[in-house]
């Protein structure tokens, strides 16, 4: 049989887009057969799978459970409590709708918000499965962000109900989550009627008398009732997951249901190669999207087993994830390169203590994947390590090499480079200025998509369209095409390279945060004036937050004063977001006008050239930066 190129793959799936999804929707269960396959008639919006009725949760759980009931459908492993179970997926049926029972019997229905704010433990993906499965819109909001992150989050989804439990806990250490949900609450104009608590009994809490409720009691007596699942059409919203702009006000990325599924399903066996009754390894965690996407819904859509890690990669020891590998026989994994550079630090040896001959590929996204990062991993496991680039608003990759395509010859990697436009994306370098496309090979541009794009991306802001169409569709002049906001960069042969983000978005250790929110954060400080953040390379976590501020009274200046903001940003937003170091200066470099020069201070704080500086409005603001660093 003669093999087609990639890129005569890729070209047909724009060319016969209608042609290409019809025959990639047969991969999931439908009520009701979609009557057009994509409606793209009201740009930029676009609506996959018109007039069909699908169900998330009955192509991730159901028809699993009916033809395979014994086969493994969530294997759960936490090194922090020491625990490991495995669930069919007849037992996942069952809890998902014990779960969904729970959630109808306090009213929550079709279109209503459910906000779970969880550590890694099965309870957050039964909840997550039993909202697909009655049509309410789930709201994952990562444990890692604290009580004004989560307020900002409540408010604007508006949850009729909050699930959430007592801790999380990393390496050995609990980290209560209800102070900072009650806290959370109480900062919200917005009050959810209930909170159900699953009690782990790592942390005693309090109990509010009439809105909390308790998830033990509550499943025992629902136990065993059935819940059918709502079919809903395919346009209809499964999920929002909120994240960070270059606004303080974070966004609720919309997703729908059957194109949702429908990529995810063509993603698990084109890109990822996974077959049912395999087993899925994603070492993220359910508050991103590669969690939304690649350990719950995606792998279980897949008939695959998903292992959901409550741990980190370097405790009990740095062994810890080949171990699971060769306990669970894991074909596929997925990790971050930071996870990588930290057992980089380790002893290589540890790579080859467990027997791997299971894992097919290891899958890397989330922030660039250095050279020498990839080539360690890839020498001490001897599989394809797969970088892939993509975006919470994107939800499935938009720039890799998809080698499991049949009749398609496999692309070879390129270290660098995540590789090359997916299916079914439009993707273009665009001149940033002009907004003319730019064809010849390694010249940067803005990394665009154009209208449609495919089955399984964002369909809006939540409750925000115009946000959906100014942020993403109006940022190059004179074109209305979806900016990714990242630079890159193609090769002769069709690479495509990622050069960082084009806005003041950062990326610390895989997570998106925005600097916007850090400052307004830290602006709050009593002992502040004026503040900024930026991302300075790191060679561990690929970027870390640098706040320079300003304060009221520059003798206040001290490393205690800078503890205390550094705990202040723990506090409100979360460890996550807590700048590495915050420098205390008297003047912040901006232009006459009064814009700050973000970019020119990230560039003093690595120890680049600043470049262009004629706006600068007074020259000793960067100096002052500069003999700071050079302390
Ligand atoms: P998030 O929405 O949190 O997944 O962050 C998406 C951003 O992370 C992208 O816009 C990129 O800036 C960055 N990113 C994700 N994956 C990669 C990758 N494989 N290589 C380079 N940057 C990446």
Redesign the pocket.
């Known amino acids: 049989m003669t093999q087609q190129t990639y890129a005569e793959f890729h070209a047909r799936s724009l060319a016969e887009r209608d042609a290409f999804w019809a025959e990639q929707a047969r991969r999931i269960d439908w009520q009701t057969p979609p009557q057009q396959i994509c409606d793209a008639s009201n740009p930029p919006f676009a609506r996959w799978f018109v007039g069909g009725t699908t169900n998330l949760c009955h192509n991730a759980v159901d028809r699993h459970a009916a033809a395979r009931p014994d086969g493994r459908a969530l294997i759960w492993v936490s090194t922090e409590v020491g625990k490991e179970v495995v669930y069919s997926f007849a037992q996942l049926q069952a809890e998902v709708e014990a779960m969904a029972a729970i959630l109808q019997a306090q009213g929550v229905g079709q279109g209503d918000r459910v906000l779970i704010y969880m550590p890694m433990i099965p309870e957050a993906a039964f909840a997550m499965l039993a909202c697909a499965r009655i049509g309410a819109i789930h709201s994952v909001v990562f444990g890692g962000f604290a009580s004004v992150s989560l307020a900002s989050r409540i408010e604007d989804a508006a949850p009729k109900l909050v699930v959430s439990a007592d801790a999380g806990s990393r390496v050995g250490k609990v980290l209560p989550y209800k102070p900072l949900l009650d806290e959370a609450i109480s900062l919200s104009a917005h009050k959810p009627a209930g909170v159900l608590m699953v009690d782990r009994g790592l942390a005693p809490f309090a109990r509010v008398a009439g809105r909390d409720l308790d998830y033990a009691e509550l499943r025992s007596q629902h136990w065993g009732r059935r819940v059918p699942c709502v079919w809903l059409e395919s346009n209809t919203t499964s999920y929002t997951l909120y994240?960070s702009g270059t606004t303080g006000k974070p966004k609720g990325v919309q997703r729908d249901v059957g194109g949702y599924a429908v990529a995810l399903a063509t993603s698990m066996d084109y890109i990822f190669g996974g077959k049912p009754g395999e087993t899925y390894f994603s070492s993220s965690d359910i508050g991103?999207?590669v969690g939304h996407s690649y350990i719950v819904y995606g792998p279980l859509l897949q008939g695959m087993a998903t292992l959901m890690y409550e741990g980190t990669p370097v405790n009990p020891d740095a062994a810890v994830l080949w171990r699971l590998v060769e306990k669970y026989q894991v074909t596929v994994m997925f990790s971050a390169p930071t996870a990588v550079r930290v057992l980089k630090k380790h002893d290589a040896a540890l790579l080859k203590r467990h027997d791997l001959a299971s894992l097919r590929a290891l899958f890397l996204?989330?922030?660039?994947?250095d050279e020498p990062t990839a080539r360690w991993i890839a020498d001490g496991l001897g599989v394809p390590i797969i970088?892939?680039?993509?975006?919470?608003?994107t939800g499935w990759p938009l720039l890799t090499v998809a080698n499991h395509i049949p009749g398609v010859a496999p692309v070879p990697t390129r270290f660098g480079s995540?590789g090359m436009p997916m299916y079914g994306y439009d993707v273009k370098l665009l001149d940033e200025n002009s907004g003319e496309e730019l064809t010849e090979p390694d010249r940067k541009g803005v990394l665009v998509i154009g209208h449609p794009l495919p089955p399984g991306c964002l369909q809006t802001v939540w409750g925000d369209d115009a946000r959906f169409v100014n942020t993403y569709w109006k940022s190059v002049p004179g074109r209305e095409v979806y900016s990714?906001?990242?630079w890159g960069l193609r090769d002769a042969d069709g690479y495509t390279f990622?050069l960082g983000?084009t806005d003041d978005v950062i990326?610390v250790a895989g997570?998106?945060l925005g600097t916007r929110e850090i400052e307004e954060c830290i602006s709050g400080h009593a002992a502040v004036a004026e503040v900024a953040v930026v991302g300075v390379a790191d060679a561990l976590k690929g970027q870390v937050a640098i706040a320079f501020a300003v304060l009221r009274d520059p003798v206040q200046a001290s490393p205690a004063l800078e503890g205390e903001i550094m705990k202040h940003v723990d506090a409100q937003l979360g460890a996550v977001a807590r700048p590495a170091r915050v420098h205390f200066v008297t003047l912040l470099p901006k232009t006459r006008s009064g814009k700050l020069l973000r970019r020119a201070l990230q560039a003093v704080a690595e120890g680049r050239d600043p470049g262009d500086l004629t706006t600068l409005d007074d020259p000793t603001a960067l100096a002052q930066v500069k003999t700071l660093l050079q302390k």
């Open positions: 994240t991103w999207v996204a989330g922030e660039p994947l970088d892939n680039y993509w975006q919470t608003e995540p990714t906001f990242d990622i983000r990326n997570h998106r």
